[in-house]
């Protein structure tokens, strides 16, 4: 089971991103969903979260420009980014609390969390 992260690359200040994130298809339920992000020589930060039921959660840094949304029957999460600014520059990974899985024997598993590889995205003229 896996978590893919697409839509990064580099885009000048004051344009926009939207970053998808889908599992591998073998998720079955996932508690809240979210974007985290690791600047070069930073601690990796919460960006925005979302649960199942749509309640969702900003950085001070980001809000009024970013937009988390989730597909739960596809165990998706967007984050789309306007306004974006040099400082947004960084990998973005999505995190998923406490999904759950099925394996290749049809057993359901239940995972603390997982993460997904990352995409870098980068805000420079």
């Known amino acids: 089971v896996q978590l893919q992260a697409s839509g990064g690359g580099l885009v000048q200040p004051g344009g926009y991103l939207r970053l998808s994130c889908a599992d591998s298809g073998s998720i079955i339920r996932t508690d809240a969903m979210g974007w985290y992000r690791q600047a070069p020589g930073k601690q990796r930060e919460l960006v925005a979260d979302i649960t199942s039921g749509g309640s969702t959660n900003y950085a001070d840094s980001v809000k009024g420009r970013f937009t988390i949304a989730r597909d739960n029957a596809k165990n998706t999460v967007y984050l789309q980014m306007d306004s974006l600014k040099p400082e947004d520059t960084a990998v973005y990974y999505c995190?998923?609390?406490?999904?759950?899985?099925?394996?290749?024997?049809?057993?359901?598993?239940?995972?603390?969390?997982?993460w997904g590889k990352g995409t870098l995205v980068t805000v420079s003229s």
């Open positions: 995190h998923a609390d406490q999904p759950v899985y099925m394996d290749y024997s049809g057993s359901y598993v239940a995972l603390k969390e997982l």
